[in-house]
């Protein structure tokens, strides 16, 4: 590993920790260090465990596995369709698995358990990726690819959006909106130990395929000819990033721009290598979602802001910039 990129993952790997410390800190209420050390042992009094193991703590771990899987995903993405304006929610995995959501809010079956929607998520996330996989293993461009996923995208949102409409009450309305705007507020470990493993299977399929988006990068004819199998690759990157992608909207909704804009950011920092991308743009979305989630909750007066909101706010803008500054390099 270079210096370089051995002084920016150091970085990035201090600040997790930081801005993970200062959300078991901060809140409505603000406890000190003793007082973290305590909840977590279990030391303190019942209502400092619950504030720190039962509601601060899950929402940090989820906030940066969330913020790892679309990160890395949306670098290896970038990476597979050679196209910086790419993120997770191109391949429609993320409108699958809220679409699975709203099918159990919809039918009232979310009521049943507090894992019924994470796991009615994790199923549209599943059904996306296999059409998406049968797609790239029948030797897929990438451009059939892309248009394969755009339609994926708009089938889910517009069952979502017949669904709103339909919506039998406005309780349940109310529920599928506040789910679609994504939050890790009311997560527990449950969901942790739920998206994790996914997360990890993920994530391991496409640090596995690095070295090949190098060769990929030079063009698809000179990667089969270095020995890389570009059919398998393409079939790879789709699988990993769908069940990263699918785990961490299953646990905490749709949460936008983090697989775009973090990739984007630290690319010149790594020479535009997408192998030597990937890592930084994993602990680098855990930072940002670690840090919106962080100001969700500071900045919010009665009602905590949501986290899909507070990314949008910080990614829209910067999408407009990305596509203005792409459209005047390419005249």
């Known amino acids: 590993m270079k210096t370089s990129d051995l002084s920016l993952n150091l970085l990035l790997l201090l600040l997790v920790p930081a801005i993970g410390l200062m959300g078991l800190l901060l809140g409505k209420t603000d406890i000190g260090l003793m007082d973290v050390w305590r909840g977590l042992s279990s030391e303190g009094d019942n209502g400092l465990a619950i504030i720190v193991y039962e509601l601060r703590l899950p929402r940090v771990l989820l906030a940066i596995i969330t ?10 993405l970038q990476g ?9 929610g191109v391949i429609g995995v993320s409108s699958s698995a809220a679409l699975g959501a709203v099918v159990a809010i919809y039918f009232g079956v979310a009521n049943a358990s507090n894992l019924v929607v994470p796991l009615f998520a994790m199923a549209g996330a599943l059904m996306a990726t296999l059409v998406l996989y049968l797609v790239a293993m029948r030797d897929a461009s990438v451009l059939t690819l892309i248009l394969v996923g755009v339609a994926v ?4 949102g517009a069952l979502t959006s017949l669904a709103l409409n339909l919506s039998p009450n406005p309780f349940a309305m109310a529920d599928i909106m506040l789910w679609l705007l994504g939050s890790l507020q009311n997560r527990s470990m449950n969901e942790v130990y739920m998206s994790l493993p996914f997360v990890i299977l993920g994530g391991g399929l496409l640090f596995y395929h690095g070295r090949s988006l190098v060769a990929l990068s030079l063009g698809d004819d000179v990667a089969q000819t270095m020995g890389v199998s570009v059919q398998s690759l393409r079939a790879g990157i789709i699988l990993g ?10 646990a905490v909704g749709a949460v936008g721009f983090v697989g775009l804009v973090v990739p984007h950011i630290l690319r010149p920092l790594v020479g535009y290598d997408p192998k030597r991308l990937l890592l930084p743009s994993a602990t ?3 930072v940002l979602v ?10 919010s007066g009665g009602q905590e802001l949501r986290l899909g909101v507070v990314t949008a706010l910080i990614g829209a803008p910067f999408f407009l910039y990305l596509v203005i500054a792409t459209r005047k390099n390419m005249r």
């Open 241 to 250: 990033a769908s069940l990263a992608v699918g785990a961490s909207v299953a």
């Open 153 to 156: 995208n708009a089938l889910a």
């Open 290 to 299: 670690l840090a919106a989630d962080l100001a969700a909750r500071l900045m």
């Open 80 to 88: 597979l369709l050679k196209n910086p304006l790419a993120e997770p």
């Open 67 to 76: 913020g790892a899987a679309l990160g890395l995903s949306g670098a290896a």
């Open 284 to 286: 680098g979305g855990a």
